[in-house]
């Protein structure tokens, strides 16, 4: 089954690339979550827009991408959340309340699809959160995770 990915697949492709993969993969999990949608010889019209759009949310080289790694792992963020006695939070931190968290301190505005949590976080304390900047560049942020 031929697709047109709308996000990043990691391990699959980026944006805008035009992938091969089994029918039942692409039918019950890339299609539904919006994550591709059907290939079509009409639909060079919409891989031209979508990697128009991803190339204006990329960095544009690869020394801007390791200045804002630099500027990321140089900076420390916190994040207030709800939390009961335990230190167990009520809910999960998500990719949108990182990114807001690493502005908020000071960092660079990040998109909160690069932002890849290993495992939810769910309690406080410290965590490691890998931000996706460019296809070979990460950065590792320290997230500090405290109480409201």
Do not use: C
């Not at 968290?101 to 965590?127: C, L, M, N, Y």
């Amino acid at each position: 089954m031929k697709l047109i990915l709308t996000q990043e697949v990691p391990g699959l492709g980026a944006a805008g690339d035009v992938v091969e993969v089994k029918d039942g993969y692409g039918r019950n999990y890339l299609v539904p979550r919006g994550f591709a949608i059907a290939w079509s010889k009409g639909g060079q019209k919409e891989i031209d827009s979508i990697r128009r759009a991803r190339q204006a949310r990329d960095f544009a080289d690869l020394d801007s991408a390791r200045a804002v790694k630099a500027q990321l792992e140089g900076t420390s963020v916190q994040l207030v959340a709800k939390a009961g006695d335990t230190g167990r939070l009520f809910g999960a931190v998500t990719s949108a309340d990182i990114a807001t968290a690493v502005s908020a301190s000071g960092g660079p505005a990040i998109d909160k699809r690069r932002i890849e949590v290993g495992s939810p976080i769910k309690t406080v304390g410290s965590h490691r959160v890998t931000v996706r900047l460019h296809p070979d560049v990460a950065a590792n942020v320290t997230l500090e995770v405290v109480p409201a």
